[in-house]
């Protein structure tokens, strides 16, 4: 059974750190993109972060040079660091995991995303 699950959330000054971190099971992460997309209140879901399985990296623009994407395979854990955090940045952080069709416990799987259940991130003074 495949499960993603964030950590790391929590409330923080401006200016200051964060990192968040994701894990997942069930076999799939290594083969994987994983990103890390956050919705705020009242507004739609943002994709802010990519990794592919060779370590590629995209950001959206208004997180370049502040936030930084990684895993580490040997973990089944991607992470996000972020850094310099504004108020805007404020919102709940979702990780998934693209997963390419695959074999899981002798099942076939086709392409499928699979989320986590996000994580606060609140940035005020």
């Known amino acids: 059974q495949v499960q993603v699950v964030e950590s790391g959330g929590g409330l923080v000054q401006p200016g200051g750190s964060l990192k968040l971190s994701c894990t997942a099971s069930?076999?799939?992460?290594?083969?994987?993109?994983m990103r890390w997309s956050r919705q705020a209140p009242g507004k739609q879901r943002e994709l802010v972060a990519t990794i592919t399985p060779g370590g590629s990296t995209n950001y959206a623009d208004s997180v370049k040079g502040r936030f930084t994407i990684s895993r580490d395979n040997a973990k089944n854990t991607v992470y996000l660091q972020m850094n310099s955090l504004k108020p805007e940045d404020t919102a709940v952080y979702y990780c998934?995991?693209?997963?390419?069709?695959?074999?899981?416990?002798?099942?076939?799987?086709?392409?499928?995303?699979?989320w986590g259940q996000g994580t606060q991130v609140t940035v005020s003074s």
């Open positions: 069930g076999g799939i992460f290594i083969i994987s993109a």
């Open positions: 998934n995991a693209d997963c390419p069709p695959t074999y899981i416990s002798g099942a076939y799987y086709g392409r499928k995303d699979y």
